[in-house]
């Protein structure tokens, strides 16, 4: 059975809680150094633009073959946001993705939130094969990819390496 919208789900740290509007506030600070676009493009969203984009993102894809679920990542013993992750599931697939604020970057929370998506999605029962996308210059989201167990393909998506990892059959 495939759950249409996203279930919280936490690691050692982590606290994964579905996206929700009312967290655009917190989330701008978190996301507000133009540092996290180096890689991906684009520049910091204020509050009302991010809100607009949860709101979006949280109503789920207009396809119904494919799923939207974006969690964003709370500190347990701190209680504040410091990212998010993400993840587009059609069918058997799931295109991942994870972003950490620069302020709280370096203690290992991609990683932990990276591999902790990874298990979720797969536990779940019905995601297989997980894939993200990675600028090929950029070797901390690599290093995050390689710890949620996913290897590097020969494959290139607008000139991102393609990661991925395959579950046999669940």
Do not use: C
């Amino acid at each position: 059975m495939v759950i249409n919208g996203p279930q919280p789900f936490s690691t050692a740290r982590l606290d994964a809680l579905p996206l929700e509007a009312g967290y655009a506030r917190e989330m701008a600070a978190v996301l507000l150094d133009p540092a996290l676009h180096a890689y991906t493009g684009g520049t910091p969203e204020d509050e009302d633009a991010l809100r607009a984009r949860y709101e979006r993102q949280s109503a789920g894809s207009p396809d119904p073959a494919e799923l939207w679920w974006n969690w964003v990542l709370r500190v347990r013993g701190e209680g504040h946001l410091v990212g998010y992750v993400q993840a587009t599931v059609r069918g058997p697939r799931a295109e991942v993705a994870w972003v950490v604020g620069t302020g709280w970057q370096g203690r290992g929370y991609a990683k932990e939130a990276a591999k902790g998506l990874v298990t979720h999605l797969v536990g779940g029962g019905h995601v297989r094969t997980v894939v993200a996308h990675i600028h090929p210059g950029h070797a901390a989201s690599g290093a995050v990819a390689s710890a949620a167990g996913l290897s590097p393909t020969e494959e290139r998506e607008d000139g991102e390496v393609r990661w991925r990892v395959e579950v046999p059959g669940l």
